[in-house]
Protein backbone atom coordinates (compact mmCIF):
# COMPACT_ATOMS: atom_id res chain seq x y z
CA UNK A 1 0.00 0.00 0.00
CA UNK A 2 2.87 2.07 0.75
CA UNK A 3 5.71 2.43 -1.38
CA UNK A 4 9.58 4.00 0.30
CA UNK A 5 9.11 6.80 -1.53
CA UNK A 6 5.57 7.20 -0.13
CA UNK A 7 7.14 6.35 3.83
CA UNK A 8 10.07 9.10 3.13
CA UNK A 9 7.49 11.59 1.83
CA UNK A 10 5.83 10.67 4.88
CA UNK A 11 8.37 10.34 7.96
CA UNK A 12 11.19 13.05 6.45
CA UNK A 13 8.95 15.85 7.15
CA UNK A 14 7.60 14.26 10.50
CA UNK A 15 11.53 13.93 11.71
CA UNK A 16 12.35 17.43 10.43
CA UNK A 17 9.21 19.01 12.30
CA UNK A 18 10.29 16.89 15.52
CA UNK A 19 14.16 18.63 14.81
CA UNK A 20 12.53 21.93 15.25
CA UNK A 21 10.48 21.55 18.48
CA UNK A 22 13.35 20.50 19.92
CA UNK A 23 15.63 23.15 18.72
CA UNK A 24 13.23 25.86 19.74
CA UNK A 25 12.68 24.34 22.81
CA UNK A 26 16.78 23.98 23.56
CA UNK A 27 16.79 27.63 22.26
CA UNK A 28 13.62 28.58 24.81
CA UNK A 29 16.12 26.86 27.85
CA UNK A 30 19.18 29.02 26.41
CA UNK A 31 17.79 31.96 26.20
CA UNK A 32 15.61 32.26 29.22
CA UNK A 33 19.27 30.80 31.01
CA UNK A 34 20.15 34.52 30.43
CA UNK A 35 18.22 35.40 33.10
CA UNK A 36 19.60 32.81 35.67
CA UNK A 37 18.57 29.31 36.98
CA UNK A 38 15.57 30.37 39.05
CA UNK A 39 13.71 31.18 36.03
CA UNK A 40 15.46 28.06 33.89
CA UNK A 41 13.45 26.17 36.96
CA UNK A 42 10.55 27.96 36.80
CA UNK A 43 10.22 27.85 32.93
CA UNK A 44 10.70 23.77 33.62
CA UNK A 45 8.58 22.99 36.08
CA UNK A 46 5.31 24.94 33.92
CA UNK A 47 6.97 22.82 31.18
CA UNK A 48 6.04 19.69 32.85
CA UNK A 49 2.57 20.94 33.38
CA UNK A 50 2.39 22.00 29.65
CA UNK A 51 3.47 18.54 28.54
CA UNK A 52 0.52 16.47 30.08
CA UNK A 53 -1.37 19.03 28.55
CA UNK A 54 -0.12 19.09 24.75
CA UNK A 55 -0.23 14.93 24.97
CA UNK A 56 -3.80 15.00 26.05
CA UNK A 57 -4.70 17.46 22.92
CA UNK A 58 -2.26 15.37 21.09
CA UNK A 59 -3.99 11.86 22.61
CA UNK A 60 -7.29 13.28 21.20
CA UNK A 61 -5.92 14.42 17.78
CA UNK A 62 -4.53 10.98 17.74
CA UNK A 63 -7.60 8.88 18.01
CA UNK A 64 -8.78 11.56 15.04
CA UNK A 65 -6.06 10.69 12.75
CA UNK A 66 -6.56 6.90 13.32
CA UNK A 67 -10.34 7.09 12.67
CA UNK A 68 -9.67 8.83 9.59
CA UNK A 69 -6.79 6.67 8.51
CA UNK A 70 -8.85 3.99 8.42
CA UNK A 71 -11.66 5.22 6.71
CA UNK A 72 -9.13 6.14 4.00
CA UNK A 73 -8.28 2.60 4.13
CA UNK A 74 -11.98 1.81 3.68
CA UNK A 75 -12.16 4.38 0.30
CA UNK A 76 -14.69 5.94 2.55
CA UNK A 77 -13.57 10.06 2.36
CA UNK A 78 -16.74 11.35 3.31
CA UNK A 79 -16.91 9.73 6.73
CA UNK A 80 -12.78 10.62 6.94
CA UNK A 81 -13.80 14.74 6.18
CA UNK A 82 -17.22 14.27 8.99
CA UNK A 83 -14.58 13.04 11.59
CA UNK A 84 -12.22 15.89 11.01
CA UNK A 85 -14.59 18.35 11.22
CA UNK A 86 -15.72 16.69 15.19
CA UNK A 87 -11.85 16.24 15.77
CA UNK A 88 -11.86 19.88 15.33
CA UNK A 89 -14.75 20.88 17.76
CA UNK A 90 -13.81 18.38 20.29
CA UNK A 91 -10.00 19.38 20.49
CA UNK A 92 -10.56 22.89 20.61
CA UNK A 93 -13.40 22.86 23.44
CA UNK A 94 -11.19 20.43 25.77
CA UNK A 95 -8.45 23.17 24.77
CA UNK A 96 -10.84 26.13 25.88
CA UNK A 97 -11.65 24.20 29.44
CA UNK A 98 -8.29 23.78 30.00
CA UNK A 99 -7.23 27.55 29.48
CA UNK A 100 -9.71 28.54 31.35
CA UNK A 101 -8.88 26.19 34.68
CA UNK A 102 -4.87 27.00 34.24
CA UNK A 103 -5.64 30.29 34.00
CA UNK A 104 -7.48 30.84 37.06
CA UNK A 105 -5.72 28.35 39.43
CA UNK A 106 -2.34 29.32 38.32
CA UNK A 107 -0.32 29.61 41.51
CA UNK A 108 -2.13 27.56 43.61
CA UNK A 109 -2.39 24.66 40.61
CA UNK A 110 1.67 25.09 41.05
CA UNK A 111 2.00 25.10 44.53
CA UNK A 112 -0.29 22.01 45.09
CA UNK A 113 1.56 20.26 41.88
CA UNK A 114 5.39 21.42 43.40
CA UNK A 115 4.79 22.38 46.70
CA UNK A 116 6.77 25.03 48.72
CA UNK A 117 9.57 26.25 46.18
CA UNK A 118 11.99 28.73 46.06
CA UNK A 119 9.94 32.24 45.63
CA UNK A 120 11.71 33.88 42.50
CA UNK A 121 11.42 30.03 41.09
CA UNK A 122 7.40 30.12 41.87
CA UNK A 123 7.49 34.08 40.28
CA UNK A 124 8.67 32.58 37.10
CA UNK A 125 6.75 29.61 37.12
CA UNK A 126 3.65 31.90 37.47
CA UNK A 127 4.68 34.32 34.78
CA UNK A 128 5.38 31.39 32.15
CA UNK A 129 2.33 29.37 33.17
CA UNK A 130 -0.25 31.98 32.58
CA UNK A 131 1.18 33.09 28.84
CA UNK A 132 1.39 29.78 28.14
CA UNK A 133 -2.18 28.99 29.24
CA UNK A 134 -3.16 31.67 26.35
CA UNK A 135 -1.77 29.22 23.60
CA UNK A 136 -3.26 25.97 24.77
CA UNK A 137 -6.78 26.65 21.85
CA UNK A 138 -4.08 27.43 18.99
CA UNK A 139 -1.54 24.79 19.75
CA UNK A 140 -4.97 22.27 19.84
CA UNK A 141 -6.26 23.76 16.43
CA UNK A 142 -2.77 22.86 15.00
CA UNK A 143 -2.41 19.94 16.43
CA UNK A 144 -5.95 18.75 14.97
CA UNK A 145 -5.00 19.74 11.69
CA UNK A 146 -1.84 18.31 11.52
CA UNK A 147 -2.88 15.38 12.94
CA UNK A 148 -5.51 15.16 9.79
CA UNK A 149 -2.53 15.86 7.03
CA UNK A 150 -0.70 12.85 8.65
CA UNK A 151 -4.10 10.91 8.26
CA UNK A 152 -4.01 11.48 4.27
CA UNK A 153 0.20 11.08 4.05
CA UNK A 154 0.67 14.43 3.99
CA UNK A 155 2.79 15.79 6.35
CA UNK A 156 5.07 18.44 4.13
CA UNK A 157 2.00 20.98 5.40
CA UNK A 158 2.68 20.93 8.98
CA UNK A 159 6.57 20.98 8.71
CA UNK A 160 5.95 23.87 6.78
CA UNK A 161 4.04 25.37 9.12
CA UNK A 162 6.14 24.10 11.93
CA UNK A 163 9.20 26.07 10.12
CA UNK A 164 6.83 29.25 10.37
CA UNK A 165 6.21 29.05 14.03
CA UNK A 166 9.44 27.99 15.45
CA UNK A 167 10.82 30.93 13.47
CA UNK A 168 8.71 33.50 15.07
CA UNK A 169 9.75 32.01 18.29
CA UNK A 170 13.16 31.91 18.38
CA UNK A 171 13.00 35.66 16.78
CA UNK A 172 10.67 36.30 19.37
CA UNK A 173 12.55 35.00 22.02
CA UNK A 174 15.73 36.78 20.96
CA UNK A 175 14.08 39.79 20.70
CA UNK A 176 12.29 39.88 24.09
CA UNK A 177 14.55 38.23 25.90
CA UNK A 178 18.04 40.09 25.34
CA UNK A 179 16.88 43.14 23.30
CA UNK A 180 14.17 44.49 25.91
CA UNK A 181 15.07 42.25 28.49
CA UNK A 182 11.50 41.07 29.37
CA UNK A 183 12.81 37.93 31.24
CA UNK A 184 10.75 34.74 31.84
CA UNK A 185 7.68 36.60 29.94
CA UNK A 186 10.13 36.86 26.78
CA UNK A 187 10.11 33.12 26.25
CA UNK A 188 5.79 33.25 26.89
CA UNK A 189 4.89 35.72 24.49
CA UNK A 190 6.69 34.56 21.50
CA UNK A 191 5.08 31.06 22.35
CA UNK A 192 1.72 32.60 22.38
CA UNK A 193 2.20 34.67 18.99
CA UNK A 194 3.85 31.76 17.56
CA UNK A 195 1.72 29.05 18.13
CA UNK A 196 -1.68 31.79 16.99
CA UNK A 197 -0.13 31.96 13.58
CA UNK A 198 0.69 28.10 13.26
CA UNK A 199 -3.38 27.57 14.43
CA UNK A 200 -4.61 30.25 11.77
CA UNK A 201 -2.38 29.11 9.13
CA UNK A 202 -3.53 25.18 9.51
CA UNK A 203 -7.34 25.85 9.95
CA UNK A 204 -7.18 28.26 6.73
CA UNK A 205 -5.45 25.91 4.73
CA UNK A 206 -7.42 22.63 6.53
CA UNK A 207 -10.78 24.07 4.88
CA UNK A 208 -9.60 23.25 1.11
CA UNK A 209 -12.56 21.11 -0.32
CA UNK A 210 -10.05 19.89 -2.82
CA UNK A 211 -8.28 17.85 0.25
CA UNK A 212 -9.33 14.14 0.66
CA UNK A 213 -9.86 15.41 3.90
CA UNK A 214 -10.91 18.69 4.98
CA UNK A 215 -13.15 20.45 7.64
CA UNK A 216 -16.30 22.92 6.22
CA UNK A 217 -15.14 25.94 4.56
CA UNK A 218 -17.24 27.98 7.03
CA UNK A 219 -16.60 26.26 9.58
CA UNK A 220 -20.19 24.93 10.38
CA UNK A 221 -18.80 21.63 12.30
CA UNK A 222 -21.82 20.02 13.14
CA UNK A 223 -22.29 17.70 16.07
CA UNK A 224 -22.23 14.07 15.09
CA UNK A 225 -22.07 11.93 18.56
CA UNK A 226 -21.39 8.58 17.10
CA UNK A 227 -18.48 9.98 15.39
CA UNK A 228 -16.98 11.83 17.91
CA UNK A 229 -17.56 8.40 20.16
CA UNK A 230 -15.31 6.49 17.59
CA UNK A 231 -12.64 9.32 18.21
CA UNK A 232 -13.00 8.86 21.97
CA UNK A 233 -13.19 5.34 21.41
CA UNK A 234 -9.12 5.72 20.56
CA UNK A 235 -8.19 9.07 21.93
CA UNK A 236 -9.99 8.54 25.74
CA UNK A 237 -7.59 5.72 26.34
CA UNK A 238 -4.75 7.21 24.76
CA UNK A 239 -4.99 10.26 26.67
CA UNK A 240 -5.30 8.66 29.83
CA UNK A 241 -2.36 6.78 29.06
CA UNK A 242 -0.55 10.13 27.61
CA UNK A 243 -1.52 12.08 30.76
CA UNK A 244 -1.03 9.44 33.47
CA UNK A 245 2.60 9.70 31.95
CA UNK A 246 3.16 13.12 32.24
CA UNK A 247 1.11 13.37 35.85
CA UNK A 248 4.11 10.31 36.49
CA UNK A 249 6.52 12.87 35.46
CA UNK A 250 5.34 15.68 37.08
CA UNK A 251 5.41 14.13 40.51
CA UNK A 252 8.87 13.10 39.60
CA UNK A 253 9.37 16.43 39.08
CA UNK A 254 8.13 17.10 42.25
CA UNK A 255 10.68 14.94 43.51
CA UNK A 256 13.34 16.51 42.19
CA UNK A 257 12.34 19.93 43.18
CA UNK A 258 13.15 18.66 46.57
CA UNK A 259 16.92 17.68 45.98
CA UNK A 260 17.63 22.01 44.90
CA UNK A 261 18.18 24.12 42.70
CA UNK A 262 21.48 22.76 41.05
CA UNK A 263 19.31 19.23 40.78
CA UNK A 264 16.57 20.91 39.03
CA UNK A 265 18.24 22.65 36.67
CA UNK A 266 20.64 20.28 35.36
CA UNK A 267 17.37 17.87 35.40
CA UNK A 268 16.31 20.41 33.22
CA UNK A 269 19.21 20.65 30.96
CA UNK A 270 19.14 16.90 30.39
CA UNK A 271 15.67 16.23 29.36
CA UNK A 272 16.07 18.88 27.07
CA UNK A 273 19.29 17.82 25.39
CA UNK A 274 18.01 13.86 25.12
CA UNK A 275 15.04 15.02 23.48
CA UNK A 276 17.01 14.41 19.99
CA UNK A 277 17.17 10.61 21.35
CA UNK A 278 13.73 10.82 20.94
CA UNK A 279 13.07 12.31 17.23
CA UNK A 280 13.32 9.60 15.31
CA UNK A 281 11.09 7.45 17.67
CA UNK A 282 8.40 10.07 17.82
CA UNK A 283 8.15 11.12 13.75
CA UNK A 284 7.98 7.47 12.91
CA UNK A 285 5.08 6.59 15.59
CA UNK A 286 2.98 9.51 14.11
CA UNK A 287 3.96 7.80 10.76
CA UNK A 288 2.92 4.68 11.95
CA UNK A 289 -0.64 6.10 12.40
CA UNK A 290 -1.39 6.93 9.28
CA UNK A 291 0.31 3.80 7.54
CA UNK A 292 -0.45 0.89 9.87
CA UNK A 293 -4.41 2.67 10.34
CA UNK A 294 -4.80 2.27 6.69
CA UNK A 295 -3.52 -0.66 6.19
CA UNK A 296 -5.93 -2.07 9.13
CA UNK A 297 -8.85 -0.13 7.45
CA UNK A 298 -8.11 -1.86 4.26
CA UNK A 299 -8.06 -5.34 5.88
CA UNK A 300 -4.35 -5.91 5.19
CA UNK A 301 -2.50 -7.61 8.34
CA UNK A 302 0.43 -8.95 6.41
CA UNK A 303 1.66 -5.40 5.51
CA UNK A 304 0.77 -3.89 8.41
CA UNK A 305 3.04 -6.32 10.26
CA UNK A 306 5.65 -5.86 7.29
CA UNK A 307 5.24 -2.14 7.61
CA UNK A 308 5.82 -2.05 11.37
CA UNK A 309 9.01 -4.47 11.42
CA UNK A 310 10.18 -2.04 8.42
CA UNK A 311 10.04 1.20 10.48
CA UNK A 312 11.17 -0.06 13.92
CA UNK A 313 14.49 -0.91 11.89
CA UNK A 314 14.61 2.78 10.76
CA UNK A 315 14.17 3.91 14.28
CA UNK A 316 16.92 2.23 15.46
CA UNK A 317 19.69 3.37 12.85
CA UNK A 318 18.66 7.04 12.93
CA UNK A 319 18.75 6.53 16.56
CA UNK A 320 22.14 4.11 16.90
CA UNK A 321 24.17 7.98 15.34
CA UNK A 322 21.93 10.18 17.57
CA UNK A 323 22.89 8.74 20.81
CA UNK A 324 26.54 8.17 19.85
CA UNK A 325 26.99 12.27 18.78
CA UNK A 326 25.04 12.86 22.01
CA UNK A 327 27.11 11.01 24.26
CA UNK A 328 30.17 12.68 23.09
CA UNK A 329 29.13 16.11 22.52
CA UNK A 330 27.23 16.20 25.81
CA UNK A 331 29.99 18.57 27.64
CA UNK A 332 29.89 21.15 25.01
CA UNK A 333 26.21 21.04 24.48
CA UNK A 334 25.94 21.24 28.10
CA UNK A 335 28.45 24.23 28.59
CA UNK A 336 25.64 26.33 25.80
CA UNK A 337 22.80 26.68 29.03
CA UNK A 338 25.80 28.70 31.30
CA UNK A 339 24.72 26.41 34.17
CA UNK A 340 26.88 26.14 37.36
CA UNK A 341 29.51 23.45 37.90
CA UNK A 342 27.50 21.24 39.92
CA UNK A 343 24.13 21.38 37.69
CA UNK A 344 26.91 20.87 34.54
CA UNK A 345 28.23 17.58 36.20
CA UNK A 346 24.51 16.22 36.88
CA UNK A 347 23.59 17.19 33.59
CA UNK A 348 26.33 15.52 31.49
CA UNK A 349 25.83 12.28 33.94
CA UNK A 350 22.39 12.14 33.09
CA UNK A 351 22.78 12.21 29.17
CA UNK A 352 25.57 9.83 29.07
CA UNK A 353 23.48 7.05 30.99
CA UNK A 354 20.05 7.87 29.14
CA UNK A 355 21.97 7.64 25.87
CA UNK A 356 22.82 4.01 26.72
CA UNK A 357 19.67 3.18 27.70
CA UNK A 358 17.56 3.98 24.59
CA UNK A 359 17.97 0.91 22.89
CA UNK A 360 14.57 0.03 24.86
CA UNK A 361 12.91 3.01 24.05
CA UNK A 362 11.98 2.12 20.53
CA UNK A 363 10.26 -1.08 21.44
CA UNK A 364 8.33 0.79 24.72
CA UNK A 365 7.18 3.31 22.92
CA UNK A 366 7.33 3.59 19.25
CA UNK A 367 5.82 0.00 18.44
CA UNK A 368 3.18 1.19 20.61
CA UNK A 369 1.95 3.01 18.06
CA UNK A 370 1.10 0.35 15.83
CA UNK A 371 -1.20 -1.47 18.25
CA UNK A 372 -3.15 1.88 19.11
CA UNK A 373 -3.75 2.06 15.09
CA UNK A 374 -5.30 -0.89 15.08
CA UNK A 375 -7.58 0.30 17.76
CA UNK A 376 -6.27 -1.76 20.51
CA UNK A 377 -5.57 1.19 22.68
CA UNK A 378 -6.98 -0.54 26.00
CA UNK A 379 -4.02 -2.53 26.02
CA UNK A 380 -1.18 0.07 25.73
CA UNK A 381 -3.23 2.23 27.91
CA UNK A 382 -3.20 -0.82 31.11
CA UNK A 383 -0.30 -1.73 30.14
CA UNK A 384 1.60 2.15 30.37
CA UNK A 385 -0.31 3.49 33.60
CA UNK A 386 0.21 0.23 35.65
CA UNK A 387 3.96 0.52 34.53
CA UNK A 388 4.38 4.33 35.43
CA UNK A 389 3.29 3.66 39.04
CA UNK A 390 4.70 0.74 39.47
CA UNK A 391 8.42 2.18 37.99
CA UNK A 392 8.73 5.37 36.96
CA UNK A 393 6.92 6.95 39.83
CA UNK A 394 7.38 4.18 43.05
CA UNK A 395 10.88 3.09 42.20
CA UNK A 396 11.90 7.05 41.96
CA UNK A 397 10.72 7.76 45.46
CA UNK A 398 12.17 4.50 46.90
CA UNK A 399 15.55 5.41 45.04
CA UNK A 400 15.60 8.86 45.90
CA UNK A 401 14.17 9.39 49.72
CA UNK A 402 15.07 5.46 50.47
CA UNK A 403 18.32 5.18 49.04
CA UNK A 404 19.41 8.58 49.12
CA UNK A 405 20.72 8.09 45.16
CA UNK A 406 19.76 11.71 43.98
CA UNK A 407 18.49 13.00 40.34
CA UNK A 408 19.96 10.13 39.03
CA UNK A 409 17.62 7.72 40.92
CA UNK A 410 14.91 9.04 39.07
CA UNK A 411 16.49 8.58 35.77
CA UNK A 412 17.12 4.24 36.88
CA UNK A 413 13.11 4.16 37.78
CA UNK A 414 12.33 5.77 34.41
CA UNK A 415 14.40 2.57 32.85
CA UNK A 416 13.20 0.26 35.00
CA UNK A 417 9.25 1.70 33.38
CA UNK A 418 10.68 1.33 29.66
CA UNK A 419 12.14 -1.86 30.05
CA UNK A 420 8.46 -3.38 31.31
CA UNK A 421 7.07 -1.48 28.71
CA UNK A 422 8.82 -3.04 25.99
CA UNK A 423 8.30 -6.78 27.26
CA UNK A 424 4.73 -6.48 27.18
CA UNK A 425 4.01 -4.78 23.78
CA UNK A 426 6.42 -6.65 22.23
CA UNK A 427 4.80 -10.17 23.74
CA UNK A 428 1.43 -8.68 22.58
CA UNK A 429 2.43 -7.99 19.27
CA UNK A 430 4.36 -11.03 18.45
CA UNK A 431 1.16 -12.87 19.33
CA UNK A 432 -1.15 -10.68 16.37
CA UNK A 433 -3.99 -10.71 19.33
CA UNK A 434 -3.48 -6.56 18.27
CA UNK A 435 -4.84 -6.99 14.98
CA UNK A 436 -8.40 -6.62 14.85
CA UNK A 437 -10.06 -10.18 13.90
CA UNK A 438 -12.90 -8.59 11.34
CA UNK A 439 -10.78 -6.36 9.25
CA UNK A 440 -14.09 -4.45 7.82
CA UNK A 441 -15.96 -4.70 10.03
CA UNK A 442 -14.22 -3.47 13.34
CA UNK A 443 -11.83 -0.37 11.61
CA UNK A 444 -14.38 1.79 12.69
CA UNK A 445 -17.66 1.39 13.36
CA UNK A 446 -20.61 2.68 11.65
Known amino acids: MFSKKDLRRLLIPLIIEQILAVLVGMADVVMVSAVGEAAVSGVSLVDSISTL ?12 AVVCSQYLGKKDAKNASVAANQLLLSTFLLSVFIMIVALVGNRSLLALIFGSIEADVMSNAQTYFFLSAVSYPFLAIYDACAALYRSMGNSKVSMNTSLCMNAINVVGNALCVYGLHMGVAGVGIPTVVSRA ?32 RNILR ?17 LVQSLVSSLGTASIAGFAVANNLVQFEYLPGTAIGLGMVTVIGQCVGAGEHAQARQYTNYLLKVNYGILAVLAVLLTALSTPLVGIYNLSPEASSIAVALIVVHSFAMIIWPVAFALPNALRAASDVKFTMVTAVFSMWAFRIGLSYVLVLGFHSGVMGVWIAMFADWGFRAVLFFIRYRSGRWLPQRPQKQAVGQ
Open 234 to 250: IGVPAGMENSMFQLGKI
Open 197 to 228: TAGIIMLVIVRNPDHLIHVDRRLRLGFHPQMI
Open 53 to 64: IIQLLAALSTGG
